[in-house]
């Protein structure tokens, strides 16, 4: 993610600001991933724990940077729905 902002010319964001994006992004992935796993029974178990333990990770981070990132991101994106949220709140996909 880091990687596409620097590439789509972002390069001065917040910290807070990018890194929220960064762990929203995470987030909204590691949630779809771990209803993939929950339906597909072949997977290894181990999979789905690693998934919810890094997703519980990125909700109780407690840091100024990337904890406050995460919520405020968080936030936009269910205040406003996903696409809503980087186009407008972030400025992503302009």
């Not at 596409?4 to 917040?14: D, E, P, Q």
């Amino acid at each position: 993610m880091h990687a596409w902002l620097r590439l789509k010319g972002y390069l001065t964001l917040r910290p807070d600001v990018e890194e929220g994006i960064c762990q929203t992004v995470t987030h909204m992935w590691l949630t779809a991933e771990i209803a993939l796993l929950s339906r597909q029974g072949r997977r290894f178990p181990f999979e789905k724990k690693l998934a919810d333990f890094f997703k519980q990770q990125i909700e109780s981070d407690t840091s100024l940077v990337y904890g406050n990132g995460f919520w405020a991101g968080n936030r936009a994106v269910l205040r406003y729905g996903e696409i809503w949220s980087f186009s407008g709140v972030f400025g992503l996909f302009t």
